[in-house]
């Protein structure tokens, strides 16, 4: 069965530190990985995404993830964090041939303190 | 331009009832996905729908059920309301294709009490 493993529930860190946020899965077909990131009271918002080509994969707000085939893996970072990233973040999946029905990981609680 | 817009943002019901949640999607996208997100949990699928048929559904008893209009908007029906339905329920819309990024509303939180 396909499935979504985000390894720490919670990570708190100081301000202007680096995190990762660290996310595997499980596949017998080739997938399409995503994070989302959720603040309180909102819906998901796509943070970014990995579709085919190069493996590591930047956002707008200094993210970025690298795709590791061998070691299913789908890891989050930023190098220095602010307090306004405070908020639950989700690696999700699309199985390829599956429309895109995402497979959500349990979520990790990225809580920034100054 | 508008994202997804869900109504209502709360609803609390009483077991064995019913509600209906409503759903329109982004402009421009012509399939909408709902999710299930329980309190501390990520969120989980429960169907889609395309063409106004129900394309891929989740493991979700047949008391969820729903609909997709002319217009691409969706609705969410759950009957016979357990306790445990208690949830954030997440709108999803996007183009078809297994390659097009999902854009959510921000929900509905049902309490069933």
């Known amino acids: 069965a396909q499935s979504v493993t985000q390894l720490d529930s919670q990570v708190p860190v100081f301000e202007e530190a680096p995190v990762e946020l660290r996310c595997n899965y499980s596949?017998?077909?080739?997938?399409?990985l995503f994070w989302y990131v959720q603040y309180p009271n909102q819906g998901l918002q796509l943070l970014l995404k990995?579709?085919?080509?190069?493996?590591l994969v930047e956002s707008i707000n200094g993210f970025e993830a690298e795709f590791n085939k061998s070691q299913t893996s789908f890891h989050l970072r930023k190098p220095s964090v602010h307090i306004s990233d405070t908020a639950e973040y989700f690696c999700a999946v699309i199985l390829s041939g599956g429309y895109n029905k995402l497979i959500f990981g349990a979520g990790t609680r990225l809580a920034v303190h100054p | 331009d508008a994202g997804v817009t869900q109504s209502p943002t709360h609803l609390i019901k009483t077991r064995g009832q019913q509600v209906t949640l409503r759903c329109s999607p982004k402009s421009g996208h012509d399939t909408v996905s709902w999710y299930q997100q329980a309190l501390g949990q990520g969120p989980q699928f429960i169907f889609q729908y395309y063409e106004e048929e129900e394309r891929q559904r989740g493991n979700f008893p047949d008391r969820f059920s729903g609909h997709q209009f002319p217009n691409y908007s969706s609705e969410l029906n759950v009957n016979a309301l357990l306790l445990g339905d208690s949830a954030l329920y997440l709108c999803a819309s996007s183009l078809t294709g297994e390659r097009s990024p999902l854009h959510f509303g921000n929900g509905t939180r049902l309490t069933v009490t």
């Open positions: 990995y579709l085919s080509g190069s493996t």
């Open positions: 596949s017998s077909v080739s997938v399409y």
